[in-house]
């Protein structure tokens, strides 16, 4: 049966009801899309809502393809430490520009599109230097904003970004969290040359390897727990450890690293074994980027923290820059996305695309939902 009613989530900020129409009304004549919507962990309902309508400065975006994200796993779990219920998911996702409203420009009809989620106010310190991820009344689409788990999506064509004729529809929705990559990797200065360990070797953790040798990082090591995750990574390309799989994780460590200090190491699992292991192996002096989502509070070892005088920086989102960065190592065929897209699901088996996720870790990385 559908739902037919009007939302019970308003928008967190007022000043962001032109954005985009979250409201599902439906209203005898009105052209009707089908949405996915999660009102509370673990479920996700379908229903028929209205089709958003063109206003000036927004396009209208036919949705195709929507990646699932780990923080939509910790989402999904009722384990995300600031998402709330209910909400509509989808902030990795392409689609094609279906109608443009009055007075955009750069765009037409018929575009593959991405979006940029993090959506800040536009009016304080850190909005005019270009860190939206930092406004204190940041809105994120899929989240505090419903998303793209929707026929269609309205946005102010400010936050669209043209995807290059080469690139696929599929990695076209990764494009974000190949910006979480450049963003992180671009945490640390002077990486030309460095070598680094990349703990967690899920979509994220690959990704920030691509990014840092891209980079002209000089030695790169990824070490995760699944077995299959580290074969990804060796087809890629990298030195991988299991720690499971050798007598002391540091021993092996040094073994791959010869006489190379460990200059940076990106924590990208949300965990407190992967959290000490950064700042026991890091070098003296050494960077350790948080890039995973804790669900929970952890006891982290901050004594070595201090003792090695370590640079310890968060990284959350993006900036613009770091954002058409990676539309630019897309397009030059500099990271390979494909390679991490293991299961692609119909809309209507979004939860089968959570299930493979929370029971086969061994085969899921990156799962796309198809709209078509």
């Known amino acids: ?5 009007l939302s019970d989530r308003p928008l967190a900020c007022s000043s962001y009801l032109p954005i985009i129409d979250i409201y599902v009304l439906i209203v005898a004549g009105e052209a009707v899309m089908k949405q996915a919507y999660m009102p509370e962990p673990g479920v996700i309902l379908y229903r028929d809502v209205a089709k958003p ?37 989808g902030h990795e996702f392409s689609g094609y520009i279906e109608e443009i409203g009055e007075g955009v420009t750069g765009l037409a009809k018929g575009d593959l599109v991405t979006i940029q989620p993090a959506l800040g106010c536009g009016n304080c310190t850190k909005c005019k230097e270009g860190l939206p991820a930092q406004c204190d009344n940041l809105n ?13 999506f309205k946005i102010k064509s400010e936050h669209v970004i043209k995807i290059p004729e080469a690139v696929s529809a599929s990695d076209a929705a990764m494009v974000e969290p190949l910006a979480v990559a450049v963003h992180s990797v671009n945490k ?33 090591i990824i070490s995760d727990v699944i077995p299959a995750r580290n074969k990804v990574a060796a087809k890629c390309g990298f030195l991988t450890i299991n720690p499971t799989e050798v007598p002391s994780f540091e021993e092996e460590l040094r073994h ?14 949300g965990n407190e074994p992967a959290f ?5 192996t890091v070098c003296r002096g050494g960077y350790v980027i948080v890039v ?36 630019d190592l897309l397009a030059g065929g500099r990271v390979n996305l494909k ?34």
């Not at 049966?1 to 009613?5: G, K, P, S, T, V």
């Not at 899929?142 to 929707?150: A, P």
């Not at 982290?300 to 954002?323: N, P």
């Open 1 to 5: 049966m559908n739902e037919i009613q």
């Open 53 to 89: 309508v063109i206003e000036p400065g927004t396009v209208i975006i036919k949705v195709s393809i929507i990646g699932i994200c780990g923080s939509d796993v910790h989402v999904f779990k009722g384990k995300h430490p600031i998402v709330k219920y209910p909400l509509v998911q």
């Open 140 to 152: 994120f689409v899929g989240g505090d904003i419903h998303g793209g788990g929707s026929e269609y």
């Open 188 to 220: 640390v200065p002077d990486i030309e040359g460095a070598a680094i360990l990349v703990v967690g070797g899920g979509t994220i953790g690959i990704l920030v390897a691509q990014v840092a040798r891209v980079f002209k990082a000089k030695k790169i």
């Open 256 to 269: 791959l690293l010869g006489d190379e200090p460990l200059s940076a190491v990106f924590e990208c699992a």
């Open 276 to 280: 000490n292991t950064c700042v026991r």
């Open 292 to 327: 995973g989502v804790y669900e929970t509070a952890i006891n982290a070892e901050m004594i070595l923290v201090q003792d090695k005088e370590l640079t310890l920086i968060g990284s959350l989102m993006y900036t613009w820059g770091d954002y058409l960065e990676a539309i």
């Open 339 to 372: 390679i991490l897209q293991t299961h692609h699901f119909k809309f209507e088996r979004w939860l089968d695309g959570y299930k493979v996720l929370e029971e086969k870790p061994d085969e899921a990385l990156k799962v796309l939902i198809d709209m078509d």
